[in-house]
């Protein structure tokens, strides 16, 4: 008997998720690329891959990193504003490989709280943004930080990497799966 709830309880679990997908692709295309990754098998990636970032795919080296809960973008020249009485928005600047520079105005979704490691916290925006990684594509939550230290300008947590890519940290740049229109050729 118990066996069976578990079943039953699994499948309509199971049924959800597949109906919760099938909304969202409906509601946005991008999600839609994100709901049928979730329904796919995870794509095997390198611990170091080429990253788009945005609707023009602004091409940056990025890190997958399983030990960050969101992911993270060395953004320049940003400014935190109000428009109208509540809505945060962020003006900020993102270059990409061979110098291509894009400007992005921005509705902030939450604040977040990063532990520095000297110790503090750095109070960080965080956008939402369309991604792609080795083919694999969604939208991702992306906090915007001063990454001028490190050596990749962008970090993909594992909001964006669960279920969708598994991280092989023993490879590099290991992905020829094209992105965007790309993928569609």
């Not at 940003?78 to 110098?99: A, I, S, T």
């Not at 291509?100 to 105005?105: A, H, P, T, V």
């Not at 083919?135 to 962008?154: Q, S, T």
Request: glycine share 10%; with cysteine; hydrophobic share 40%.
């Amino acid at each position: 008997m118990v066996f069976r709830v578990q079943f039953f309880a699994a499948a309509i679990a199971a049924a959800v998720a597949f109906a919760s997908a099938e909304a969202r692709a409906k509601d946005d295309p991008v999600e839609a690329g994100a709901a049928a990754a979730d329904l796919e098998d995870p794509v095997r990636l390198g611990y170091l891959e080429n990253v788009q970032i945005g609707n023009l795919a602004l091409e940056l080296k990025g890190k997958l990193d399983t030990g960050a809960d969101t992911s993270s973008i060395h953004a320049r020249d940003v400014e935190v504003y109000k428009r109208g009485k509540r809505d945060n928005w962020v003006r900020f600047r993102l270059v990409g490989r061979g110098g291509r520079s894009i400007r992005y105005d921005q509705n902030v979704i939450r604040f977040v709280q990063i532990k520095k490691k000297v110790g503090g916290t750095i109070r960080r925006p965080v956008i939402r943004m369309p991604i792609c990684v080795g083919g694999v594509e969604g939208r991702a939550e992306i906090n915007l930080a001063n990454r001028a230290e490190f050596e990749y300008d962008v970090l993909v947590g594992r909001e964006f990497l669960a279920n969708r890519i598994i991280v092989d940290p023993g490879k590099t740049f290991t992905s020829d799966r094209p992105c965007g229109k790309d993928a569609d050729e």
